[in-house]
């Protein structure tokens, strides 16, 4: 296993406790060397929800789509509005 601290630098090794010495250490040991410290349920352990539900997801564009469509009603209207005031009501 290397470390990099700096991407403009070549990664320093750093050795494995337990792989004894083998460079580099094969998947199926490293796995079984942090097999103990790595959390079983992430999300349940930390406290993470990193996964929206549906419901959520389609509210929040209902109302994003919503809101877009007020704005723009509301600048068609103003629009409108404006090029009345330019047009005179005299023949």
């Known amino acids: 296993m290397h470390y990099r601290n ?8 750093n050795p494995v406790a337990g792989c004894s010495g083998m460079t580099p250490c094969p998947l199926a ?3 079984q060397l942090v097999r103990d410290v790595v959390p ?18 389609i509210t929040a564009l ?3 789509v919503g809101l877009l469509g007020v704005a723009l009603l509301f600048s068609i209207l103003v629009n409108i509005n404006r090029r009345r ?7």
């Open 6 to 13: 700096e991407s403009w630098r070549d990664p320093f090794p």
């Open 29 to 31: 040991v490293f796995t």
């Open 85 to 91: 005031a330019h047009y005179s009501r005299e023949v």
């Open 40 to 57: 079983d349920d992430r999300e349940a352990e930390c406290g993470f929800r990193t996964r929206l539900s549906s419901t959520s997801v």
């Open 62 to 64: 209902a109302v994003t």
